[in-house]
């Protein structure tokens, strides 16, 4: 069983430049969403997809862009990283709304380092 | 808004011994979820337990248990007869079951469990 995987699992840039970092699920999970965690500050939540073409801001959504076409697929992008956006970053997935199982699921994390 | 507040940045257990872990949240949701994920060293993301707003008994899972005080606003996770293998970051998670998919988590505690 995959579950959730994100691809790359680490990742060096440089300032002002852009790259997507992968995130996809084979449990049919209507929800998505992408955290990033920095020390002393737990997760917080980037932005969030409820099913294919619908995405939504969560708590520090700039400098980051998602999109949804399938429901497998959750990518984000970095348009012109900065060294702020050095953090771990996970993706997450779990089943709809209806659905009585609250539980996120989550990939393994990216780490990503800005110089 | 929704907040999830840990005050205890670390503590440290004697192998065996029981420890308690503090969560406090503040959610203006009539109903709402709430969580405990442990993350060890290797960076993954493990559920623990979850306990519903709603729910007449506080939830329990193995060692795990949620102390759930809907008055004080606070859901403690409980872990019995600590294992050298608990030593890791724990975080306390909400939802509120409104309708939004918003998860806040709180900034952590890091357990150490002494041999």
């Known amino acids: 069983n995959a579950g959730v995987t994100q691809t790359p699992k680490f990742q060096v840039l440089k300032t002002g430049q852009s790259m997507t970092l992968q995130c996809a699920q084979d449990?049919?999970?209507?929800?998505m969403s992408w955290y990033r965690q920095d020390p002393g500050m737990g997760l917080r939540l980037i932005h969030y997809?409820?099913?294919?073409?619908?995405?939504d801001q969560g708590e520090v959504p700039n400098g980051y862009n998602v999109s949804r076409s399938t429901t497998e697929d959750f990518p984000l992008r970095l348009l012109s990283a900065a060294p702020s956006q050095t953090s771990v970053y996970f993706c997450?997935?779990?089943?709809?709304?209806?659905?009585?199982?609250?539980?996120?699921?989550f990939g393994s994390g990216t780490q990503l380092s800005v110089l | 808004a929704q907040k999830i507040t840990q005050t205890q940045p670390g503590m440290f257990v004697q192998e065996k011994e029981a420890v308690t872990l503090d969560c406090t949240y503040d959610?203006?949701?009539?109903?709402?979820?709430l969580f405990w994920y442990k993350q060890p060293s290797s960076g993954e993301m493990i559920f623990l337990i979850y306990?519903?707003?709603?729910?007449?008994q506080n939830a329990t899972e193995g060692r795990y248990s949620l102390n759930f005080q809907k008055a004080r606003k606070s859901a403690n996770l409980v872990i019995s007869a600590s294992q050298l293998g608990d030593s890791a970051m724990y975080f306390c998670?909400?939802?509120?079951?409104?309708?939004?998919?918003?998860?806040?988590f709180g900034t952590g505690t890091r357990l150490k469990v002494l041999a």
């Open positions: 997450a997935s779990r089943p709809g709304l209806g659905a009585t199982n609250e539980k996120l699921f």
């Open positions: 449990m049919n999970h209507e929800y």
């Open positions: 998670a909400m939802r509120g079951l409104s309708g939004t998919y918003k998860y806040i």
């Open positions: 306990q519903g707003s709603y729910d007449q």
């Open positions: 997809s409820v099913g294919a073409g619908i995405t």
């Open positions: 959610t203006s949701d009539p109903s709402y979820g």
